[in-house]
């Protein structure tokens, strides 16, 4: 059995999909004792010869002889810069990779790429000896288009699927309402940061808070700039808010929005790859995930809420279904109403406080990651991969 994982996206371009994409592949290659794993991805100018051997470098993961990466003929614009994407060059030389290498019994795989499936999984001689299986991260009737043609179609896309793999119970019960027959499971994300930073200093002056993820609209960093200043006056010692992610563009948005005089309590790092992490985290007391309850966060998995398990910091988090599902209040995480600076404030009076309770919730994440690492994850990914379709 082999499964192929097939993404229309530049394998290199910085994003969380990207890297979620690859980590899947080769845990799943990894956990996939005698079954091999081929991710086919776009092919550029940019993307070495030897694509699997530079995936491993990139990707700081030591390579997998059941793991290959495959870049297919492609005409794409780089992210964010202006140029031509024919999908339709990628999407007819998927299909035909896959109808000359694909057998009886093998697996269909993608996350994301709705017309890409349905390109695929449309098609009668490749439906007839594979698998086709979707993983739902997010609905577009999450974001507002719950009526309207864009949800309509993805719906109709989901319908090809022998299998659908989600992230959260929120979108499990938004897939079996509208798609009740298809075999669905919900195995969440995993956690990908390795166990290896100690705890830091109690005490320290200033109290650090830091973030590190995305920083697009939704994840509610906006927001805590915007209140950092109220937030850090009703802390009993100088506090500073530390942010690591996003591009140069929207970290100098966030710039502009920083109020008069708060400039040396806020701090932008830009992009920390896994190798820099411990240099980062080295200056943290706590972690945050400040996520608003608006759009599709209350409802999609958010990859720090399974990260941040690892870091070895004490976590404050919104309460969003989506994190308290993974971040259990009063056990891994101090919880507070989304969008609610002065819940956020007594959460890290509370912490700052008593040190002994950031121990105690740092040991239930130690805890809490046996049961969400990737091979947990794995364990039932793979029957689900393996089942026959009713």
């Known amino acids: 059995m082999k499964v192929f994982f097939v993404i229309n996206q530049h394998v290199f371009d910085g994003s969380a999909h990207a890297l979620y994409c690859y980590r899947n592949c080769w845990w799943l290659a990894r956990t996939g004792a005698g079954r091999s794993v081929e991710l086919l991805v776009p092919g550029t100018l940019s993307l070495a010869r030897d694509v699997s051997a530079a995936c491993a470098e990139h990707f700081d993961l030591p390579p997998l002889e059941n793991l290959r990466v495959t870049a297919l003929p492609a005409l794409r614009k780089a992210k964010r810069e202006r140029g031509v994407t024919l999908n339709v060059i990628f999407h007819a030389a998927a299909s035909w990779h896959l109808r000359r290498h694909a057998r009886k019994g093998d697996v269909l795989l993608t996350a994301s790429f709705p017309k890409l499936f349905a390109f695929l999984a449309g098609k009668k001689t490749l439906k007839s000896k594979l698998k086709c299986v979707y993983e739902v991260h997010q609905l577009q009737e999450l974001d507002g288009h719950k009526d309207q043609p864009k949800s309509v179609r993805e719906h109709r896309v989901l319908a090809l699927a022998d299998g659908l793999v989600t992230t959260t119970d929120s979108l499990k019960a938004l897939l079996q309402k509208n798609h009740p027959a298809t075999p669905l499971i919900n195995i969440g994300l995993a956690c990908a940061v390795p166990k290896t930073l100690p705890a830091p200093a109690p005490g320290a002056t200033p109290f650090v808070l830091g973030y590190v993820g995305s920083l697009y609209r939704g994840q509610g960093i906006d927001w805590l700039i915007e209140y950092w200043e109220s937030i850090s006056a009703a802390l009993p010692r100088a506090a500073q808010l530390?942010?690591?992610?996003?591009?140069?563009?929207?970290?100098?948005?966030?710039?502009?929005?920083?109020?008069?005089?708060?400039?040396?309590?806020?701090?932008?790092?830009?992009?920390?790859?896994?190798?820099?992490l411990n240099g980062f985290l080295s200056g943290v007391d706590a972690l945050v995930i400040p996520a608003l309850n608006q759009g599709r966060m209350p409802c999609v998995a958010i990859t720090k809420a399974y990260d941040y398990l690892a870091c070895q910091r004490p976590v404050l988090a919104s309460d969003l279904p989506s994190i308290v599902e993974v971040m259990r209040p009063e056990q891994e995480a101090l919880v507070f109403a989304a969008g609610d600076a002065a819940a956020l404030a007594a959460q890290l009076r509370r912490l700052m406080s008593a040190p002994e309770l950031g121990l105690e919730l740092v040991q239930s994440a130690n805890q809490r990651l046996l049961t969400l690492g990737w091979e947990a994850r794995n364990s039932r990914y793979w029957p689900f991969l393996q089942a026959s379709p009713d």
Request: cysteine-free.
């Open 242 to 276: 530390k942010i690591a992610g996003g591009s140069p563009a929207e970290i100098e948005k966030l710039r502009d929005q920083i109020k008069d005089g708060m400039h040396d309590h806020i701090s932008f790092v830009g992009q920390v790859r896994q190798s820099e």
